[in-house]
């Protein structure tokens, strides 16, 4: 940012305030610019006080502000100190009134529930799974590195990393099992499955060959098969036959492609390959996202392309069936269940989001309109969701019956999810948060937030 807020203001305490003052002055604020009592209006103040309380009322925020902030360090006392907490009576009830003011909500389905701080910084990518256990977030990071948390277990968090033999890169995106034993993640360059008991590396996979031009050109299913058989699926952009050709390509096709856990690094199946438009014709066709089911029966892209009687690059929905065969022989052929022209392509920009038996998908229309299309009969829903930014999320839960938008285009917005009813086309709750949201993801009923500060936030 360019200029640096005065937290001490925005709280309207003294710059050598203790801990009971600027908990006492947040508690007044918030009482009086609570959105549920002060309306929309007091969203934006609110958020700023909530911002201000996080940093000034956590000792090692408040030092670092402090030096930054600048004016108040005096050597001839020691440097940077803190008057020590008055002692103070527990009040139980308030406490609880004001423990979660910091991340709160207008009325609706959803609370706040379990909370972690990581030292991860900025969150690239996160997934979250039930298990009988409870929830268990897979928090990935810019580095590569990342971190398991199973929200209902005492244990100790485990901890994963890319390969160090590739080219060390974000993870951008993370995808676990439907039984939650794996974890797959990966970047353009790169793809890893790990065991998540203790997050250890069980296989990576270069990507360089094919032409990934985002995390969600590409897409992976992990399977855990009685037997302990553990299969890894993959749907990658289209590799020629010989590979001295032009990865280009590569963007009109997909390799559905496999690799048995335990077996040789590079052993991978022979490819089920879906061309949406013939390798040697000249109409331009470019896939952009690819998504498959769980199941790994079905795979879903997204493509631009030129249709006859279009002047326009066009958007194309297209559903394969991945469990055909050839009448003759009995050969895997995979076949187009439904295909959809859905508009100008660039009308429709990311963020992408999917389910996971892929029967629907959410796509950005037009920059302020989310559109939620069935892709077995082709038909759409269309929620007026208002201004996305640059660094805009989505999420959408497994049955399509919520979706999650942070649109993050102003200071307004900035870390406020709409929790938007699909059936009902409206938003039921608006959830606020201190900082800028950087992940979201849908498990079961639960929604699962990740902050630029790389706090992990769960909903429910």
């Known amino acids: ?5 005065n937290y001490y203001a925005i709280l309207d305490v003294p710059i050598n305030a203790d801990s009971e003052t600027i908990k006492r002055a947040y508690r007044q604020l918030a009482r009086r610019h609570h959105p549920d009592l002060a309306g929309p209006g007091g969203a934006v103040q609110m958020k700023r006080i909530n911002r201000a309380y996080d940093v000034l009322s956590d000792p090692e925020k408040r030092l670092n502000y402090d030096t930054i902030l600048g004016g108040v360090i005096d050597l001839r006392k020691g440097g940077l100190t803190r008057p020590r907490p008055k002692p103070r009576r527990f009040d139980l009830a308030d406490d609880i009134e004001f423990s979660g003011l910091s991340i709160f909500s207008t009325k609706g389905p959803m ?4 909370v972690l701080h990581t030292s991860l910084g900025i969150v690239s990518a ?9 929830t268990c977030v897979a928090i990935g990071s810019l580095d590569g590195k990342g971190l398991l948390w199973r929200t209902g277990s005492k244990d100790t968090s485990a901890h994963f990393a890319a390969d160090p033999a590739l080219t060390v890169e974000s993870l951008r995106e993370l995808r676990f099992s439907a039984r939650g034993g794996l974890l797959a993640g990966w970047g353009r360059l790169g793809l890893h499955v790990w065991d998540t008991k203790d997050g250890a590396l069980l296989w990576s996979h270069q990507l360089v060959q094919r032409a990934v031009s985002a ?20 749907a990658l952009p289209l590799l020629p036959e010989d590979t001295r050709g032009p990865r280009a390509v590569g963007v009109r096709g997909t390799d559905v492609v496999s690799h048995t856990i335990s077996t040789p690094l590079e052993s991978l199946s022979s490819p089920l390959v879906c061309v949406e438009e013939g390798i040697e014709k000249r109409p331009f066709w470019a896939i952009r996202l690819r998504a498959l089911a769980q199941d790994a029966r079905t795979l879903l892209t ?12 066009m958007a194309v929905v297209r559903r394969w069936n991945l469990t055909t065969r050839a009448r003759f022989g009995g050969k895997p052929q995979p076949r187009i269940d439904a295909s959809v022209v859905i508009g100008h392509c660039a009308d429709y920009t990311p963020p992408y989001a999917s389910t996971t038996n892929v029967d629907t998908v959410a796509l950005v229309y037009t920059g302020h309109k989310v559109r939620l299309y069935d892709t077995a009969s082709g038909t759409y829903s269309e929620l007026p969701c208002g201004t996305m930014g640059g660094s805009a999320k989505m999420a959408i839960s497994a049955g399509a019956q919520w979706l999650a938008v942070a649109r993050e285009d102003s200071e307004a917005n900035e870390g406020v999810i709409d929790l938007w009813s699909t059936s009902e086309g409206r938003i039921v709750q608006k959830l606020y948060h201190p900082w800028q949201i950087s992940a979201l993801h849908f498990a079961e009923k639960q929604l699962v937030v990740a902050l630029t500060d790389g706090t992990i936030q769960v909903w429910q």
Do not use: F
């Open 126 to 134: 996160m997934s979250s799974i039930q298990t009988l256990s409870g």
């Open 1 to 5: 940012m360019d200029t640096l807020d």
């Open 302 to 313: 997204l493509s631009c392309a030129q249709v006859p009687g279009e002047e326009n690059e």
């Open 111 to 114: 609370q706040t529930g379990p």
């Open 215 to 234: 995390h969600y050109s590409l897409d992976v299913v992990l399977q855990e098969a009685p037997g302990e058989k553990r299969e890894v699926i993959m």
